[in-house]
């Protein structure tokens, strides 16, 4: 189904109004299909993001300051998610050895198996853009970049 079936709208201003509300369309949809997906492992989509960021740096911890500067979503309340990491176990917070105002932050063991088994599952996440082959996506990607450019 195009955008406009879906979203019940026959008109657009112009491409470009149309591509930005395909964006924001298809970000909600392929949103809704992730956090669907993570639920079977007790995890939201931005502490899923909080955990591959701190599995990029192991062994080395990171400040929540450095987590938020690599999140994707730039709003999220970097501190309170790692605090509700830290209640299921995937991470450890310690004072920072530098710098006392800071805390580190640390993917667990147990964290690390988490995203091991959900690694093994990640064609479930892929198979959410199987309609494109391998060079669609990869133009996708280019012009996202662009458009970010």
């Known amino acids: 189904m195009g955008l406009q079936e879906d979203i019940k709208q026959t008109s ?13 369309y298809t970000n909600g949809w392929l949103e809704q299909k992730i956090k669907s997906f993570l639920k079977a492992y007790n995890l ?8 591959r960021i701190l599995r ?6 990171l400040s929540t300051l450095q987590i938020r500067e ?12 790692v605090d509700r990491l830290v209640l299921k176990k995937w991470v450890e917070k310690q004072p920072c050895s530098h710098d006392k105002r800071l805390v ?11 995203l ?3 690694d093994k599952e990640e064609k ?3 198979n959410h853009l199987a309609n494109l082959s391998p060079e669609e996506a990869e ?9 970010r450019g």
């Open 116 to 118: 091991g088994l959900i």
């Open 44 to 51: 939201t989509p931005q502490q899923y993001n909080v955990l």
């Open 139 to 147: 133009t996708l990607n280019e012009i996202l970049d662009k458009v």
């Open 124 to 126: 479930a996440i892929d």
């Open 56 to 61: 990029g740096s192991y062994p080395e911890p």
């Open 70 to 81: 690599r999140m994707l979503d730039k709003m999220s309340d970097s501190s309170r998610i």
């Open 12 to 24: 657009f201003r112009n491409n470009y109004q149309k591509a930005v509300i395909n964006i924001i």
């Open 104 to 114: 580190d932050v640390l993917i667990t063991d147990e964290g690390l198996d988490l």
